[in-house]
């Protein structure tokens, strides 16, 4: 069975920190790439990094690079989110997906998706 649990939910004063865990099953692991989005009320869901299979590669969405950072366990079949220097406007429910493709940009091309964990970062 395919799993995608994230887990780190929490509540941060801007400025602050907060670390995401994503724990997959050994099938979504195995994909090309895993990934973090994020959809805040009213939005879309956005891209927001990604690590490669052997983790010697991440990408980073534009408005948070510099900030987080994306790694990945091999031994535990984790993918990890740091979050740093908070601000409101990270404020959404943060999903881990996981895709074969190349194409890391698209949802779509993501075949596996957890459930969604909220982070909330108050002013």
């Known amino acids: 069975q395919v799993q995608l649990v994230e887990s780190g939910e929490g509540v941060v004063q801007a400025g602050g920190s907060l670390r995401l865990s994503c724990a997959a099953s050994?099938?979504?692991?195995?994909?090309?790439?895993m990934g973090w989005f994020r959809q805040a009320p009213g939005k879309e869901r956005e891209f927001v990094a990604a690590?490669?299979?052997?983790?010697?590669?991440?990408f980073y969405a534009d408005s948070v690079r510099g900030r987080f950072a994306i790694s990945r366990d091999n031994a535990k079949n984790t993918v990890n989110l740091q979050m740093n220097s908070l601000k409101p406007e990270d404020t959404a429910i943060y999903y881990c997906a996981a895709t074969y493709d190349n194409d890391i940009l698209t949802i779509e091309k993501y075949r596996y998706w957890g459930q969604g964990t909220q982070v909330t970062v108050s002013s």
């Open positions: 690590v490669s299979r052997n983790g010697a590669y991440t």
């Open positions: 050994v099938r979504a692991f195995s994909a090309n790439f």
